[in-house]
């Protein structure tokens, strides 16, 4: 590649839309993002097409290739087939480990590009540090593969800082935080209390917003008993409940539907089921306050806390590590982890009082401001102009 020719890189990710997850959703933001001046982009995702290179077409204008039937040892050959078949300069590999079915081979997937395509340069991006699947009592051999798979490669990104600091040492290590996947972009004409009464949900009862899978480690639960201590509110569930890439989710998604039962929620609680993201954007601008009480604290690597910051809404959420990105009171109101009377409390407090919620919606625009796209495109291309500037052994 010529020294000013821009970076021409195969984005490997587990999985990307249509399928529903994080990571796909952010792949396919950093790849609009990254425009031709910054770098020339094709995309490889699992699916039923094998065979030809990611190439655009009319139908095709992002050159994604659905190519990959499974992501262990067999992926590899279609990996190289499709770096050769772009003439890469780069490969960025988006890891999550569920994105991968928690393969336990694919942390070998750099270690052995660098055998059968030693000119190319490999980077990756750790969406969070959960170790794959080996056997039984792996242990501490789990974590080691991600170490593993972050020193096989050229350069680490993660959007995380912490997780950089838990890596360890590893080479052009960065941390590019996130941008919401969701642009605050409702329907043309949409007005909150019309919207409630098209969907059967009071006007002008309070209306509290959940945004994201019903994964286990959402809070959802302390979400519902929170609730039953507000008599008057509703609470709104937005977005589809199961992702494509963590199969306990359809099994806490039953869990939770039986506890909305047993503290007697029905009719309290509505469900949009998966919806466009203009329709996804409507239900949270049409919501009093939004309540994303994970079990693991706030951060930055999640992409429905981006979205609530986003579209200036009043959050409540739970503290999360001491680098958080949160300031309680400024920007949102931090409770603690699996603490139902705390969470109610601070619902309470949000919906009775009008001054709060205006300085929460508008510390949470001014908090979201700092993430955008452009940045955390220019941040990419800076990185892959310093890995393609390494030496090619």
């Known amino acids: 590649m010529h020294a000013s020719a821009p970076a021409r890189v195969l984005m ?9 997850g994080g990571v796909g959703a952010y792949t396919a933001r950093l790849c609009a993002a990254l425009a031709p001046e910054l770098a020339e982009v094709a995309v490889l995702t699992a699916g039923p097409h094998p065979g030809g290179p990611p190439e655009a077409g009319a139908d095709n204008p992002r050159r994604v ?11 590899f050959p279609w990996v190289a087939r499709a770096a050769r078949a772009w003439g890469a300069d780069l490969l960025h590999l988006q ?7 928690l393969s336990a081979t694919l942390p070998l997937l750099p270690l052995w590009l660098r055998l059968r395509l030693p000119a190319l340069r490999l980077g990756v991006t750790f969406h969070d540090l959960r170790p794959p699947y080996l056997f039984p009592k792996a242990g501490p051999l789990r974590p080691a593969a991600l170490r593993l798979l972050a020193r096989a490669c050229h350069g680490v990104v993660c959007t995380e800082a912490a997780d950089l600091r838990a890596l360890g040492p590893a080479p052009h290590c960065r941390h ?4 919401s996947n969701l642009d605050c972009q409702p329907p043309p004409g949409f007005a909150p209390r019309a919207w409630r009464a098209a969907r059967g949900l009071p006007p002008d009862a309070p209306l509290i917003g959940f945004f994201g899978f019903v994964n286990s480690s959402k809070g959802l639960d302390t979400l519902l008993q929170a609730l039953a201590a507000l008599p008057d509110a509703r609470l709104a569930l937005i977005g589809g409940e199961v992702g494509a890439s963590d199969p306990t989710d359809l099994l806490e998604t039953r869990r939770i539907r039986a506890l909305e039962q047993q503290l007697d929620l029905a009719g309290r609680v509505w469900r949009s089921g998966p919806l466009p993201p203009t329709d996804v954007s409507a239900a949270l601008l049409a919501c009093d306050v939004l309540a994303l009480p994970f079990l693991d604290g706030a951060s930055g690597r999640r992409g429905t806390l981006l979205a609530a910051l986003t579209h200036g809404r009043a959050v409540i959420t739970t503290r999360g590590p001491a680098d958080a990105l949160l300031t309680d009171g400024a920007d949102a109101l931090l409770v603690q982890p699996a603490n139902a009377p705390a969470l109610a409390a601070a619902l309470r407090a949000v919906l009775a009082d009008g001054a709060l919620r205006t300085r929460l919606e508008a510390g949470a625009r001014r908090l979201a401001a700092r993430f955008t796209w452009p940045a955390i495109a220019r941040a990419h291309a800076d990185w892959y102009r310093e890995l393609l500037a390494g030496p090619r052994s």
């Open 95 to 101: 890891y999550q480990a569920g994105a991968y079915q």
């Open 176 to 179: 590019i935080p996130l941008a």
């Open 12 to 20: 490997v990710s587990g999985e990307y839309p249509p399928r529903l």
């Open 65 to 75: 290739a659905r190519a990959v039937p499974t992501w262990g040892v067999r992926a």
